[in-house]
């Protein structure tokens, strides 16, 4: 794959403050990217400094294998979908489009086919006329979206765009700005803070705390293979038991009270062994409840704390005994099954095989 977007080892520091630390990341071409992590570990620092509306105090940025040292933003082949929409209340919905056409020479019609193709992009068409102030939020979001897109960028960059939608629209939004990305074919940079957002939109995530980048992954490898327990927590739910681990070969040997022993690939366990500590991984739909084929001893008793019903899903607290947290289980509902009571005590069962582990 082409690279179109490197970042090579960039620092920005604003005063005392670390915004970027030191990241190194590459986009490949058509890629849809997504930078996540919590308010303010620095994505939109790094956005804007892919933008050029920030310098780097150093390293570099290439686009195309060019690098972007001392280019302006207008001549950089990006663009950028702030947070905030920056729609102009006073024009309408076509000058608004048209925004960035305004120092081209280009004819009236051309032009009008060119706003009218970015609003059939964004499924605006015929709104050319409508005052910017009778727009909901999400026209708003989509009329920012033409703006960026009918200046043919290669890669566009998105800040937050969607979090100020509420939920159900958000979730329309990804997955029309997913297709979006697929019909038009360049690259997309998505800065969010939300995690379901950022595994449902992207081919890759970069995870970013407190200015550094922890993982690059696909959003499957970043929810089964998490690097650290940083990037497990913040994706998802885990649950995080303490254990011996040491190396046996191409394993690692497992060893814990309620668990009992077993043994997981190198590939799972990451970090170093220091003195043999390691935390355990397992995520909340890795355990069933009361499983049929538990005749064996291979079980964990435990006792129902707490249930969450969700409808499609539902989540239980369960105690396992005193020196463990209580374990978060998940299970998929279906009609006519089991429900099970607060207190109900209960047998567990781990699948033990995608279980990761932590050390160092
Ligand atoms: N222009 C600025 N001046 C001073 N500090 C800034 C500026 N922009 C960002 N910061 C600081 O840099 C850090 C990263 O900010 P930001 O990139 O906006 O994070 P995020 O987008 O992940 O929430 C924060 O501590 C923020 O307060
Ligand atoms: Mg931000």
């Known amino acids: 794959m082409i690279n179109q977007v490197e970042v090579k080892n960039v620092y920005k520091n604003f005063g005392d403050v670390k915004a970027v630390d030191g990241v190194s ?3 490949s071409q058509g890629q849809f990217f997504s930078l996540l992590g919590p308010s303010g570990c620095g994505k939109t620092t790094l956005l804007r400094l892919i933008a050029g509306f920030e310098m780097p105090n150093s390293g570099d940025i290439l686009i195309d294998n060019k690098s972007m040292d001392g280019i302006a933003p207008n001549l950089r082949p990006t663009n950028m979908v702030f947070q905030n929409y920056a729609i102009f209340p006073h024009l309408n919905v076509a000058e608004n489009v048209a925004y960035g056409l305004r120092k081209k020479r280009l004819s009236k019609d051309e032009k009008l086919e060119m706003i009218n193709k970015s609003l059939e992009l964004v499924g605006l068409s015929g709104l050319n006329n409508r005052s910017s ?3 909901s939020g ?15 960028p290669k890669v566009l960059l998105l800040d937050e765009p969607l979090s100020a939608l509420d939920k159900k629209l958000r979730e329309q939004m990804q997955s029309e700005l997913r297709h979006l990305q697929r019909v038009v074919g360049i690259t997309f940079i998505l800065v969010t803070h939300d995690q379901e957002e950022a595994l449902t939109m992207s081919d890759k ?3 970013m705390f407190d200015g550094k980048v922890e993982q690059i992954a696909s959003p499957r490898e970043l929810y089964e293979r998490p690097s650290s327990k940083r990037v497990a927590s913040f994706i998802g739910t885990m649950n995080f038991i ?13 060893e814990n009270r309620i668990l009992g022993k077993f043994e997981l690939p190198q590939n799972q366990v990451s970090g170093n062994h220091v003195n043999n500590k390691l935390t355990l991984g397992i995520r909340p739909e890795l355990i069933s409840i009361n499983p049929r084929k538990s005749k064996s001893a ?3 008793e435990g006792e129902i704390e707490e249930i969450s019903y969700l409808g499609e899903t539902t989540y239980y607290k369960i105690i396992c005994g005193k020196d463990i947290e209580p374990l978060n289980v ?3 509902n279906s009609f006519g099954q089991m429900n099970y009571k ?7 069962n781990i699948d033990k095989d995608n279980i990761v582990g932590f050390s160092g």
């Not at 011996?244 to 394993?251: C, N, R, Y």
């Not at 607060?342 to 567990?348: A, N, P, R």
């Open 138 to 152: 999400g026209q708003k979001q989509r009329v920012a979206l033409a703006r960026a897109l009918i200046l043919k």
């Open 330 to 332: 998940l299970t998929q």
């Open 25 to 27: 990341l590459e986009i």
């Open 342 to 348: 607060v207190g109900e005590k209960v047998k567990l």
């Open 298 to 300: 291979d079980f964990i």
């Open 205 to 207: 995530v970069a995870v």
């Open 242 to 254: 303490d254990a011996i681990g040491s190396k046996s070969g191409e394993k690692i040997k497992v």
């Open 133 to 135: 102030n009778a727009l």
